[in-house]
T-cell receptor, first 112, second 114 residues
Framework: KQEVTQIPAALSVPEGENLVLNCSFT??????LQWFRQDPGKGLTSLLL?????REQTSGRLNASLDKSSGRSTLYIAASQPGDSATYLC???????????FGKGTRLSVIA | KAGVTQTPRYLIKTRGQQVTLSCSPI?????VSWYQQTPGQGLQFLFE???????NKGNFPGRFSGRQFSNSRSEMNVSTLELGDSALYLC?????????????FGPGTRLLVL
């Protein structure tokens, strides 16, 4: 059974700092991995999707990497801003047409 | 394109009652997935519908059920509510494959069971 872990559970950084969020999964035979953002009381917004054949994806200040063999992904946020404050969730799919398995997220606070 | 919409946004029920939640996917999307989010368990998959057929089901009791209509709109029903059913219920849509491509989430329905 696939399990996804995100460490740390919470993180507080000053504005402008570069930071890395971590995600690990127990079964390396994944189909893809996605990073989402959730603002308090809101739904999820997809940030990046990495297919199993890819090593990384970039969107603006965000860069996500995938290392299937070690069962890890990282989300790198450059030059953090207070607007980046949210909970970041990692989710993996083990094969096509199977549901996403989510980690419990990392709650990020960027202090101005 | 309008995003995923969910109604109602907030709901208060008492134990033993039943509830129906609705989800309208993005126009053209045929896959709708439902998730339950609680502080303790995080996001857990309930079920997925594709073209009116349940394609996947999570590990929830039979009190949780769903359906999808020909216009891809989906409803989920919870019968005999328990206190532990209090949660944020999220639905997500995608055009074909719930795992192979980006899922778009709605704002959720927050259910409080008293």
């Amino acid at each position: 059974k696939q399990e996804v872990t995100q460490i740390p559970a919470a993180l507080s950084v000053p504005e402008g700092e570069n930071l890395v969020l971590n995600c690990s999964f127990t079964d390396s035979a994944i189909y893809n991995l996605q990073w989402f953002r959730q603002d308090p009381g809101k739904g999820l917004t997809s940030l990046l999707l990495i297919q199993s054949s890819q090593r990384e994806q970039t969107s603006g200040r965000l860069n996500a990497s995938l290392d299937k063999s070690s069962g890890r992904s990282t989300l790198y946020i450059a030059a953090s801003q207070p607007g980046d404050s949210a909970t970041y969730l990692c989710a993996v799919s083990s094969s096509g047409n199977t549901p996403l398995v989510f980690g419990k997220g990392t709650r990020l606070s960027v202090i101005a | 394109k309008a995003g995923v919409t969910q109604t109602p946004r907030y709901l208060i029920k008492t134990r033993g009652q039943q509830v129906t939640l609705s989800c309208s996917p993005i126009s053209g999307h045929r896959s709708v997935s439902w998730y339950q989010q609680t502080p303790g368990q995080g996001l857990q998959f309930l079920f997925e519908y594709f073209s009116e057929t349940q394609r996947n089901k999570g590990n929830f009791p039979g009190r949780f059920s769903g359906r999808q209509f020909s216009n891809s709109r989906s409803e989920m029903n919870v019968s005999t509510l328990e206190l532990g059913d209090s949660a944020l219920y999220l639905c997500a849509s995608s055009s074909q494959d719930s795992s192979g491509e980006t899922q778009y989430f709605g704002p959720g329905t927050r259910l409080l069971v008293l």
